[in-house]
């Protein structure tokens, strides 16, 4: 009697011990890896990944697409691929009221306001987050090829 009452005791124990664990090891089911997908950067922070490509064509300087719309968290990696160095500014007064500050945020590296950094690398890239971002538009240029036409436009939805 005494012995099986030690034993359910224990074993009530032990059912308590093992509760208080949590299952940790949930990693058993791996995420999806695109496993062939080197230009799509993962998609931290949720918000999906639109590419434009900055590029010399002939004599034309442009962003390509250089009129894209995407939704508030989604963020744009710009690619440096010829005819650089290429950046990405915006027109603060071209752009939703509230969107600078976001911007002045999500944007690394800024040369002034709004202003990204110079992408001298070959294939060197430059990703603005709209995490945050209000709705609208918001008109784009190249500093450098500005007078040359290389701008663009993002709406945000
Ligand atoms: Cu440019």
Not at 1 to 18: E, F, H, P
Not at 63 to 76: C, Q, R, V, Y
Not at 109 to 127: C, H, K, N, R, S
Request: glycine share 10%; charged share 15%; with cysteine.
């Amino acid at each position: 009697m005494r012995v099986t009452s030690m034993v359910a005791g224990l074993a009530i124990v032990l059912a308590a011990c093992g509760g208080e664990k949590k299952p940790e090891n949930q990693t058993t089911a791996a995420p999806e890896q695109p496993a062939a997908a080197p230009a799509a950067a993962p998609a931290a922070g949720g918000g999906a990944n639109h590419d434009v490509t900055m590029t010399l064509t002939g004599s034309t300087y442009k962003f390509d697409p250089s009129d894209l719309t995407i939704k508030a968290g989604d963020k744009i990696t710009f690619h440096n691929k010829t005819g650089g160095p290429h950046n990405v500014s915006f027109w603060a007064d071209s752009i939703p009221a509230g969107a600078a500050d976001v911007l002045k945020k999500n944007m690394p590296d800024q040369m002034a306001p709004l202003e990204g950094p110079l992408l001298t690398e070959p294939e060197g890239t430059y990703v603005v987050s709209f995490a945050g971002a209000p709705t609208g538009e918001y008109k784009f240029y190249c500093l450098p090829h500005l007078a040359l036409g290389m701008h663009g436009k993002i709406t945000v939805q």
